[in-house]
Nanobody, 113 residues
Framework: QWHFVESGGGLVQPGGSLRLSCAVSGMPFNIYLVGWYRQAPGKQRELVAIINSGEAASYADSVKGRFTISRDNAKDTVYLQMNSLKPEDTAVYYC???????WGQGTQVTVSS
C-alpha cells in the first residue's frame, strides 16, 4: 500500500512564501519521476513542476523563477518551495508519482490579502 502525507499548505498574503512537503511510503520512491500538480476551483488539474530521480526538474511557465521542486530520497519526500505567491496560485496542490495511479490527498494553498 502506498501512503502519502502532504503538508505545508495554508493562507498567505500575495508576495509571501510556502513550502509544501509530500512524504511517500510503501514504494521505491527514489526510482520514480514525481510531480506537483494543482487544481483551482472550476479548472482542470495542471502540472506545476516535476523532478526525476537525478533531480532534474521542469516547471510550468506560470511558476518558473518563483517555485522550486526538490526531493530527498533518503526521506522519501518531495518538496515544493513557493515564493512570490500570487492570488492565481490559489489551488489544491497534489503530489503524484508519474506513470502510476497514485496521488497525494492534496493540500490547500490560498493566496489572499
Amino acid at each position: 500500500q502506498w501512503h502519502f502525507v502532504e503538508s505545508g499548505g495554508g493562507l498567505v498574503q500575495p508576495g509571501g512564501s510556502l513550502r509544501l512537503s509530500c512524504a511517500v511510503s510503501g514504494m521505491p520512491f527514489n526510482i520514480y519521476l514525481v510531480g506537483w500538480y494543482r487544481q483551482a476551483p472550476g479548472k482542470q488539474r495542471e502540472l506545476v513542476a516535476i523532478i526525476n530521480s537525478g533531480e532534474a526538474a521542469s516547471y510550468a511557465d506560470s511558476v518558473k523563477g518563483r517555485f522550486t521542486i526538490s526531493r530527498d530520497n533518503a526521506k522519501d519526500t518531495v518538496y515544493l518551495q513557493m515564493n512570490s505567491l500570487k492570488p492565481e496560485d490559489t489551488a489544491v496542490y497534489y503530489c503524484h508519482i508519474s506513470g502510476t495511479i497514485h496521488w497525494g490527498q492534496g493540500t490547500q494553498v490560498t493566496v489572499s490579502s
